[in-house]
């Protein structure tokens, strides 16, 4: 028997979070901030996906910070890469993308016996959970941990279970914790906590471990190796903790619930979604996963990952396209799932604070996305229908083994890929390539069903297209160069030139210690005054001198890893090996143009927030030596009058010629200055602020001694870059006065071309379009003159063919068929009883015009006679019994068809 679930004294996850965070700033941990869901500089990383990521390069020693223990509340997302919790969402009452981490490390300090004695007191003594209901795994050589569990702990034998390497694959059973294919790892210990027997599913190590009674809620990870691109293990510098709660897991114990949906978080943003949907029933599994997804999709886009069709694009536009579908499957046609962000900001805006100013411009991002989906949703969806049905009548049997292995789970823990049930792959393909619907959608739909998708015949079927969506979903992972040395210094705040040795040498990304003229390489230095690409400047270019006259022209400076930096480029003459002595000299006049265009944009940045309002948020920005461009959120274009107000804003700033003043202190204190921080950066414990002009933002890159060293801030572009976001581009500096100088010369072109002074320009082109105007409309004028002129010789032609009735029946010079149709009429007009007829050739073919005057109406019908005019021509027309037009092709006919009209005429109104 177990003990009865604990009452709880912890209503809310806030509460939770605190209790937290509080335990282990008493034990001397030092309380972090979560980091963006897009990890800083990490190319190996899709997203955020532990509390540890923003650790990583602590643990691999090549970052240090004032601290050897810290605790923080991360937010995470566990949707692409390594870590894909996307499928499983809306099937177990565990499973989330976006959920929130409660983590502790150690860097170096304690180790194995401090973190578990902490998570048992915590778990027990302060949030008061039933020692009888919590299990522990660990890695299945681990007796440190099974001793400190069972004789330290005093927790029974029965309830450690040791699991790891039992299929020969060492390191990719559980107990042992990889953050992605490559970096920090160790073997683990997990706590789990039973739900109780009403609950299906087996404690850890069972057959039965993937129901919800039994669930992992603490990881204790002993991380101890850097794992290598070959599978090689690494040892860290030192031992390290790093551990990881789910919040959501913890919080439903302790508010007495089963499912993480049903704790307090997820009930009010359940109702939310109920209340979007008008969905009646408070239990569907869609609301759940429509909750789930829009945190995510509220955490991505503030984070500045905006739907799209590659990388982290695509995994955002399949959460929320997952979303739609599910809303749909409740009744939902219109767009819904925008407006639950303003729920979530105000669920989690406290804990998250940026995210209650960006409700507006997240809004919009999700709504344009929807409706962009709610397009091909219905179609698609029909097609699947009926691709579902087809191929039930002859459904393919499969290998049932092949479902081994997955980690899709049901709710009573049972495997899914055992259905027999299998949608085509091209089917799959040609719903992602021409309906948009992501293949894990089209996965869920057929799972709903009991089906599964021909994954291998979808791939096929992908391959085969070389198209845009082929490279869909797919993740660049920019390796980089394998470097392993000492860290570097950059030194280029301070100096352009340095001189200092070199550590390494690449040629074509492989490492030599000797490179050759002539050879594309890359060179990492001891000291470096060259800055390296990051917060949106570029990286510095210029030159590495030999002692002997060996010249390498660096034209790219990139951050390697945490003070790493990487110079890429040429060597132009000589020789260079590993250990040379060497000066750096950086570009400096690029280096200036730069810094300029850098320090406006943070001035652009502030004034773009004064005169639009403080949703502006940055969403990105490149800074080089030609312009800098500044991406930010806004749903409308910038007008003149607001562009003229922000650069009058930035250069009333510049003119003040303040002086630029770097400051370094922690996080918490840069918060209390009010300093902006951007999106994408990754903050250490200490942070740059830079108060630059009205501008205080937090920044590690290259600035401007004084604002007047801008010179002149000129904007000269703006875009729409996505739903919601807004690019505008400024030149500073001499740029700024080039941009001048360059309209000034089309200003004086076009003034030398119309004989004026610039100043007269204006009045000389107003004057001109005003004659073009009445040029325009005497020519008209004459047109008209001219045609009655033509039509009244062309009347001198009409005959009699019966008494009263006069017949025009002529060819005309080359006419477009509106003019021989408006010449027909004008001529029936004047003929007042009577009929026209009037054949032209355009382009080597046979145009026939015939009109009617009404008295004659009821005897000819126009359209008659057209036809059996064209008919000898080799053609054929109608048309209405007043104005009929005709084609044919045999030119050679007209007189004899023109002749023949008069019979034809005659005949009906004889
Ligand atoms: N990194 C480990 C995990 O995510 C512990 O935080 O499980």
Aim: proline share 4%.
């Amino acid at each position: 028997m177990t003990s009865p679930i604990p009452p709880s004294g912890f209503a809310s996850v806030a509460q939770i979070r605190k209790t937290f965070l509080d335990f282990f700033a008493e034990r001397g941990h030092t309380v972090v901030e979560s980091s963006p869901l897009v990890p800083g500089n990490d190319p190996t990383l899709m997203f955020t996906n532990s509390g540890m990521v923003q650790f990583k390069d602590v643990f691999l020693g090549t970052d240090r910070r004032g601290y050897v223990r810290a605790a923080s509340v991360q937010a995470c997302l566990r949707a692409g890469g390594k870590h894909n919790d996307l499928e499983n969402v809306g099937y177990t009452a565990r499973h989330h993308t976006f959920f929130e981490m409660l983590g502790n490390w150690s860097f170096g300090d304690y180790f194995k016996r401090e973190a578990l004695q902490w998570a048992w007191e915590l778990l027990t003594k302060v949030y008061g959970l039933p020692a009888d209901r919590l299990w522990a795994t660990v890695y299945i050589d681990d007796d440190d941990a099974y001793d400190i569990w069972t004789t330290t702990i005093g927790l029974p034998a029965n309830r450690v279970v040791r699991i790891g390497d039992n299929k020969g694959a060492k390191y990719a059973s559980d107990n042992f914790w990889m953050m992605a294919d490559t970096g920090p790892c160790g073997p683990c210990s997990e706590i789990f906590y039973d739900h109780g027997p009403g609950i299906p599913g087996g404690p850890p190590g069972s057959a039965e471990q993937d129901g919800d009674r039994f669930i992992e809620i603490w990881n204790n990870v002993f991380m101890q190796f850097d794992m290598q691109p070959d599978g090689s293990l690494l040892p860290l510098p030192a031992p390290c903790v790093d551990t990881g709660m789910g919040l959501e897991r913890l919080a439903a114990i302790l508010q007495q619930v089963h499912s993480n949906y049903e704790i307090d978080l997820f009930r009010t943003l359940i109702d939310a979604a109920q209340r979007v949907t008008q969905c009646p029933d408070a239990h569907n599994d869609s609301l759940k996963v429509i909750a789930d997804h829009i945190r995510a999709a509220v955490f991505l886009v503030k984070d500045g990952v905006l739907p799209g069709n590659e990388g982290r694009g695509y995994v955002q536009r399949r959460i929320i396209r997952r979303a739609i579908r599910h809303g749909y499957k409740l009744g939902c046609r219109e767009p819904f799932f925008h407006r639950l962000v303003a729920d979530v900001a105000a669920l989690m805006g406290d804990a998250y604070p940026p995210l209650s100013s960006q409700v507006d411009s997240i809004t919009d991002v999700l709504r344009s996305e929807e409706e962009r989906f709610l397009e091909t949703l219905e179609v698609g969806l029909r097609i699947l229908d009926e691709a579902l049905v087809e191929n039930d009548a002859g459904s393919e049997v499969i290998d049932k083994d092949k479902g081994k292995g997955s980690d899709k789970v049901n709710k009573d823990g049972t495997n899914t890929d055992s259905t027999d049930k299998v949608l085509r792959g091209e089917v799959a393909f040609r719903l992602h390539d021409t309906f948009g619907f992501p293949l894990d959608l089209t996965a869920d739909v057929c799972r709903e069903r009991g089906w599964r998708v021909d994954e291998a015949g979808f791939a096929v079927a992908m391959d085969k297209q070389k198209s845009q969506a082929r490279a869909a979903g797919k993740f660049r992972m920019d390796k980089g160069l394998d470097y392993d040395g000492a860290p570097n210094a950059f030194v280029g705040y301070e100096r352009l030139t340095t001189d200092t040795t070199i550590l390494a040498l690449y040629a074509d990304d492989a490492p030599v210690d000797v490179l050759e003229a002539g050879v594309q390489g890359a060179v990492i230095l001891a000291q470096t005054p060259f800055y390296g690409e990051s917060g949106g400047q570029v990286g510095d270019a210029g030159t590495i001198l030999g002692a002997t006259g060996a010249m390498f022209d660096v034209a790219d400076t990139q951050k390697l890893r945490a003070e790493v930096w990487v110079h890429r480029g040429k060597l132009a003459v000589g020789t260079l090996r590993v250990g040379d002595a060497v000066t750096a000299h950086v570009d400096a006049l690029r280096r200036a143009a730069t810094e300029r265009n850098h320090s406006a944009t943070h001035l652009l940045h502030k004034a773009l927030r004064e005169v639009l309002g403080v949703h502006v948020q940055q969403k990105g920005s490149l800074v080089d030596a030609q312009r800098t461009r500044f991406d930010f959120a806004h749903h409308a274009p910038v007008s003149e009058d607001e562009v003229r107000e922000i650069e009058a804003r930035v250069n009333a700033d510049i003119l003040a010629n303040t002086s630029t003043s770097i400051r370094m202190m922690d996080l918490a204190s840069a918060r209390q200055t009010g300093a902006m921080m951007l999106f994408g950066e990754k903050y250490g414990d200490t942070v740059r602020v830079l108060d630059i002009g009205a501008s205080c933002e937090l920044c590690g890159g290259t600035h401007v001694r004084r604002t007047g060293d801008i010179g002149l801030c000129k904007v000269v572009a703006q875009s729409s870059v996505a739903s919601g976001v807004r690019r505008i581009e400024a030149v500073t500096g001499t740029n700024a006065l080039e941009h001048v100088q360059q309209q000034e010369d089309t200003l004086h072109a076009a003034a030398a071309v119309l004989k004026v002074p610039v100043s007269g320009l204006e009045e000389r082109v107003t004057t001109l379009l005003d004659r073009i105007k009445s040029l325009d409309k005497e020519i008209s004028a004459l047109q008209g003159r001219l045609q009655a002129s033509a039509a009244q010789g062309l009347l001198a032609q009409a005959r009699d063919v019966a008494p009263g009735v006069r017949l025009l029946a002529v060819q005309v010079h080359e006419a477009d068929a509106k003019a021989l149709r408006d010449t027909a009429r004008q001529l029936a007009e004047q003929l007042r009883t009577g009929v026209v007829v009037l054949a032209t050739v355009l382009q080597n073919k046979v145009q026939l015009a015939a009109c009617v005057t009404p008295d004659l109406l009821p005897k000819v019908h126009a359209g008659q006679l057209v036809a059996f005019l064209a008919a000898q021509l080799g053609g054929k027309g109608g048309g209405k019994p007043d104005l009929a037009m005709a084609g044919g092709t045999d030119i050679t006919r007209i007189d004899p068809a023109l002749h023949s009209a008069a019979q034809w005429v005659a005949q009906r109104v004889g």
